[in-house]
């Protein structure tokens, strides 16, 4: 099973700040089967990223991702209020579905 | 507008079964994966199953391979989990979400509709 690690834990950043997220994963994942989303409190997660870098449907372009082979990354450029919530990174492989477990952004 | 709406979760002593389902509706629920993904209290997401569009293939985690069954009604536009012999660390919410299909590719791209899930607690 391919292990997904995110880090850091937990990032504070202020508003109009540049979050950078990181995903490592424990082997080689296909580039097409890397997703994120963003979960805020009492809320269902939402897909931003699929495909590593794809945004999904209504994603303001301030959310964009990169990566390939074992690194993965999550950016937002320019923090909004609205931005502030966990998120994690999600692959496919093998029949099987993982997820990360998770980083905090947090206000500073 | 594309919906899902879980019930079905409560209380339930450790070694019995519960079913929860998944009603969806807004779009067409013959044509796309299912999953199930749950979340303990306080912690991450794990996913737990997954069924294809027409029920023909279905995978678990490890977790919970042997003791929970996935399973759809399309003439119903329902999604279901059996679980079995429940255990304490089966306690979370449980959401059903949408495999999200792109340019005629599925099962690789993640979830891109959830519930807003339902909660299963498993105590004595």
């Known amino acids: 099973e391919i292990v997904l690690t995110q880090s850091p834990g937990t990032l504070s950043l202020s508003p109009g700040e540049r979050a950078t997220l990181s995903c490592r994963a424990s082997?080689?994942?296909?580039?097409?089967?890397l997703a994120w989303y963003q979960q805020k409190p009492g809320q269902a997660p939402r897909l931003l990223i699929y495909g590593a870098s794809s945004r999904a449907t209504g994603i303001p372009d301030r959310f964009s991702g990169s990566g390939s082979g074992t690194d993965f990354t999550l950016t937002i450029s320019r923090l909004e209020p609205e931005d502030f919530a966990v998120y994690y990174c999600q692959q496919y492989g093998g029949s099987r579905y993982t997820f990360g477990q998770g980083t905090k952004l947090e206000i500073k | 507008q594309v919906q899902l709406v879980e019930s079905g979760g409560g209380v339930v002593q450790p070694g019995r079964s519960l079913r929860i389902s998944c009603a969806a509706s807004g779009f067409t629920f013959r044509s796309y994966g299912m999953h199930w993904v749950r979340q303990a209290p306080g912690k991450g997401l794990e996913w737990v199953a997954v069924i294809w569009y027409d029920g023909s293939n279905k995978y678990y985690a490890d977790s919970v391979k042997g003791r929970f069954t996935i399973s759809r009604d399309n003439s119903k536009n329902t999604l279901y989990l059996q679980m079995n012999s429940l255990r304490a660390e089966d306690t979370a919410v449980f959401y059903c979400a949408r495999d999200y299909c792109t340019n005629g590719v599925c099962y690789v791209n993640g979830m891109d509709v959830w519930g807003q899930g339902t909660t299963v607690t498993v105590s004595s």
């Open positions: 082997q080689s994942v296909s580039s097409s089967y």
